[in-house]
């Protein structure tokens, strides 16, 4: 099956960081975010494509792995990996590097399920995602 994925930079703001002048723990739930809505657009998959065709895709599961310390004034890429699921359910794999050492930074995994308009799960995969996975996960 074909592998979908993007890679971005972003640029490690004073903002960001803590007491410790490492990223704080929760800005690698933002970093992640931008990765999904980078992927969103790149793969016409966005926020607003889900939501015009009738349903939200609130995150129920989200983690993250931490190896090495991102620090202020690095620019690390972010390379965010779809990850292909039967279920009616948007998975994601993370990894941050060093762009200058290609070292691992940090890992992670999101798990987004279909809500329709009225805040109801669903529970099949709807009409407008099976046809986005048939576009592009052929072969």
Not at 35 to 46: H, K, L, N, S
């Amino acid at each position: 099956m074909k592998r979908l994925q993007s890679t971005f930079s972003i640029k490690i703001r004073f903002s960001e960081i803590d007491a410790m002048r490492v990223v704080w723990h929760g800005a690698y739930a933002k970093y992640f975010e931008d990765a999904r809505e980078y992927f969103g657009e790149a793969y016409g998959i966005g926020y607003k494509v889900i939501e015009k065709n009738g349903y939200f895709a609130p995150l129920v599961d989200l983690s993250f792995q931490y190896k090495k310390p991102l620090t202020y004034g690095m620019t690390p890429e972010i390379t965010i990996t779809y990850q292909p699921s039967e279920a009616a359910k948007i998975v994601f794999d993370y990894e941050i590097r060093d762009k200058a050492t290609q070292e691992v930074m940090a890992t992670g995994h999101s798990v987004q399920v279909f809500m329709d308009l009225n805040y109801e799960l669903v529970w099949t995969n709807p009409d407008f995602y099976e046809a986005w996975k048939k576009q592009w996960l052929k072969d």
